[in-house]
């Protein structure tokens, strides 16, 4: 399979603007005006095609590490989270693809030139790359770019320079001057379709992947997405377990296999948009909350439908809040829409979803999850064979764990 990968990154960074917007209260799109800066510094600078395509990967996820930094600090206060979601964003790029290996890029993209950072390190033993990330994070961190008036610009400029050999390594600032005076690179920060602009400068990625060879990057996504709550830190992950065990009962082929593993993985990529005094509220959500929780679906349909080749992926991961007689969402799909794989994701969606904690109930045992699945099926709401199989299959394996 020829994997675009550019598609990939643009999908995943789409969903990690929410969780930027969320944490570190900066204005949509900050991974992408972050790419876009760091993409003109990079070809002032000379990069081979390599290295560009390696800087616009990295500098798209800078802010990996977001998710698990605040599960790991319970609540994420922007200083303490700094060196944390730089430590777990260094991590979790292992599995994520590029021409070269990069080491510390993510780790090190706060550090000052002057070893004031947050690691202590200084000038040439700070990676290029994270020297250029800084400086493109700062500028939008400081400034609202998107809003900037021409009037502001030179305040913009006067901030790089002030720095320079201070927060900023001198090179790098010598190469955003040398562009910086040009109208497009502002009018391109302030056009509404940041989307339309990045893809215009960005390298375009791919590889020749087998299918199962995507699977371990869809793990490290999968990893950032259930990070988002300590109530969903296993969501997918049980998710995903319990596809595969029905998969292999219903004898799906190993393509079939691997595409149902990446949507399991992935299903929940909106719930990035959702913020987190939603997600963990103790109390029943009000209709405001309950409506924004809904649109994670439509979110993780518009970022998976980004990569050419996800189509199944994107339509069985989005759908599994859709329910047969038309009452789910986003799309309120009817049986006829409903092919074998949504309609299966739905049911282990629920039966995940109701035997985990949640802020407001303790999770349920298999044979109280079951009652409410059987009910919902009889409603037809979920499809009724697939609920008496997950009430045998999984039923079975929990009293065989359990002896």
């Known amino acids: 399979m020829n994997f675009n990968m550019s598609k990939c990154l643009e999908a995943f960074s789409l969903a990690l603007d929410f969780a930027e917007m969320d944490y570190l209260k900066v204005t949509m799109h900050h991974s992408r005006r972050v790419a876009y800066i760091s993409l003109n510094i990079g070809r002032a600078m000379n990069f081979s095609d390599e290295e560009i395509k390696d800087l616009y990967a990295l500098s798209l996820l800078h802010d990996n590490g977001l998710t698990l930094a605040g599960l790991k600090l319970k609540k994420l206060d922007l200083m303490e989270s700094l060196p944390e979601h730089c430590i777990e964003g260094e991590k979790n790029l292992k599995f994520i693809p590029l021409y070269k290996r990069r080491e510390n890029i993510i780790l090190y993209h706060h550090e000052n030139y002057d070893g004031t950072g947050l690691f202590k390190i200084s000038r040439e033993d700070i990676p290029i790359f994270s020297q250029i990330i800084h400086l493109a994070d700062s500028i939008d961190v400081n400034f609202n770019l998107p809003q900037l008036e021409s009037t502001k610009r030179i305040e913009v400029e006067q901030y790089v320079v002030r720095n320079k050999n201070e927060f900023f390594a001198p090179a790098v ?231």
Do not use: C
């Open 173 to 403: 600032v010598d190469a955003f001057l040398s562009f910086s005076h040009k109208e497009r690179f502002w009018a391109d920060l302030s056009f509404y379709n940041v989307t339309e602009v990045l893809n215009r400068i960005a390298p375009q990625i791919t590889y020749e992947y087998l299918w199962e060879e995507i699977i371990p990057i869809s793990d490290t996504f999968m990893k950032i997405i259930d990070s988002k709550s300590k109530f969903t830190y296993r969501h997918s992950t049980g998710i995903t377990e319990k596809i595969e065990i029905m998969s292999d009962f219903y004898g799906f082929n190993t393509e079939k296999k691997f595409k149902l593993h990446i949507a399991a993985n992935l299903h929940d990529l909106g719930k990035l948009y959702i913020p987190n005094s939603i997600l963990e509220k103790p109390d029943k959500l009000d209709t405001f909350e309950f409506d924004e929780i809904k649109k994670h679906t439509y979110f993780t349909r518009l970022a998976l439908d980004k990569i050419p080749g996800f189509e199944d992926i994107s339509g069985w991961a989005a759908n599994h809040h859709e329910k047969l007689n038309g009452r789910g969402y986003p799309e309120s799909l009817t049986a006829e829409a409903l092919d074998f794989e949504s309609r299966l994701m739905g049911v282990i969606d629920i039966y995940q979803a109701l035997t985990e904690e949640r802020p407001y109930r303790k999770g349920l045992s298999h044979k109280e999850t079951m009652k409410t699945i059987h009910s919902m099926a009889n409603g037809d709401f979920i499809d009724n064979q697939i609920a008496r199989d997950v009430d045998n299959v999984i039923g079975d394996g929990i009293k065989d764990k359990d002896g």
